[in-house]
């Protein structure tokens, strides 16, 4: 059982739709951290939260951190196809437990 | 800009080798740390290191070890491969920033073990 559920495992969308992915655990974390991952590479830091309650925005994409700090979303707006690949969530207690992942495909 | 440097991006090894996977950072980040990464399950921690010669062991230790002589370097060690060790295995270096843990990874290693 992961820590760290993701859901959906997998979505397949058309360019330009929206969408939102979910982060859910039952602990509580003192950070989470978002990361894109795609094919062949390693995952890249997009974004961290700290705080409950918190929203950050980078560019078409929007984080929020639950107000318990158990939870996360990322919502894209408008999704085009340079989105598509896997995202991570991680959080951070005493270590960092990662999700499993979403795995985006947007379609031209 | 972080650079996390892995020795190399596809290994073949055949069962009862011995494989060494290396990780160079160029940050002087603290700490160290060896993922692999399996289908539905995410990444899970082998190894971990917060300092020279120091070392921890993370989730999935057993059948493997690790190196740190050097503060930019982490070098993870199968001591004998077996099949159930082919995965992707992720190098990744942080510095403690706060309360977060913010990490930078290299690009991988896709190991296969026949």
């Known amino acids: 059982t992961q820590l760290l559920e993701q859901s959906p495992q997998f979505l397949s969308i058309q360019e330009g739709e929206n969408l939102t992915v979910y982060c859910n655990s039952s602990s509580v974390f003192s950070s989470l951290q978002w990361y894109r991952q795609e094919p062949g590479e390693g995952p890249v830091l997009l974004v961290t939260?700290?705080?409950?309650?918190e929203v950050k925005k980078l560019k078409r994409l929007t984080f929020q951190f639950g107000d318990a700090r158990k939870d996360s979303s990322l919502h894209i707006t408008a999704a085009q196809p340079g989105d598509t690949g896997l995202y991570l969530c991680a959080g951070a207690r005493n270590d960092m437990r990662f999700g499993a992942g979403t795995r985006l495909t947007v379609k031209p | 800009d972080v650079k996390v440097t892995q020795s190399s991006r596809y290994l073949v090894k055949r069962t009862g080798e011995k494989v060494f996977l290396e990780c160079v950072q160029d940050m002087d980040h603290e700490n160290m740390f060896w993922y692999r990464q399996d289908p539905g399950l995410g990444l899970r921690l082998i190894y971990f290191?917060?300092?020279?010669?120091?070392?921890e062991k993370g989730d999935i230790p057993e059948g493997y070890s690790v190196s740190r002589e050097k503060k930019e370097r982490f070098s993870l060690i199968l001591e004998s491969a077996s099949t159930n060790q082919t995965s992707m295995y992720l190098c990744?270096?942080?510095?403690?920033?706060?309360?977060?843990?913010?990490?930078?990874f290299g690009p991988g290693t896709r190991l296969t073990v026949t």
């Open positions: 990744a270096s942080s510095r403690l920033a706060g309360e977060s843990y913010e990490q930078y």
């Open positions: 939260v700290v705080t409950g309650g």
């Open positions: 290191s917060y300092d020279v010669k120091m070392k």
